[in-house]
């Protein structure tokens, strides 16, 4: 899937924000509130394990570091799972999300993240089956 959500500015999170509890937690849920209607809306559910890429769209160019997209981002992914896409957001259904960079969102204030959604066998599992060296 290739679909962009848009975030304008007044519900965008980072890493980097100090902000008062009160109005984290209102932008959290209006984030989570996207993400179920986004999945809901583009069908995503029943996903089992998945590894999750963030695209992280940016304003503008120039230097970024999309690893702090992390509160938007998990606030999206509850939000897929409000929707039913994951029973939950553990590390036995969601392996990352891993955070990479995507092309500008081309709107002042507004960035974009697209999750993209790859089936995957948890990698650890082959790591726990093996007999441990003597």
Known sequence: ????????KSLWMSANDRMH??????????LRQLGA???????????????????????????ADPANAAPTVKA??????????WPDDDSTYVIGPTYLRDVTSGTPGVHTVRLH????????????SQEPPA
């Open 37 to 63: 209607a986004f999945a809901k809306q583009h069908g995503i559910r029943d996903l089992g394990t998945t590894h999750v890429a963030a695209f992280i769209g940016y304003p503008r160019g120039g230097k």
């Open 117 to 128: 959604l790859t089936a995957q066998a948890l990698p650890w599992d082959a790591l726990t």
């Open 76 to 85: 999206l992914i509850d939000g897929y799972v409000d929707a039913g896409a």
């Open 1 to 8: 899937m290739t679909e962009r959500i848009k975030i304008p």
């Open 21 to 30: 509890w009160a109005q984290k937690s209102k932008r959290t849920k209006a």
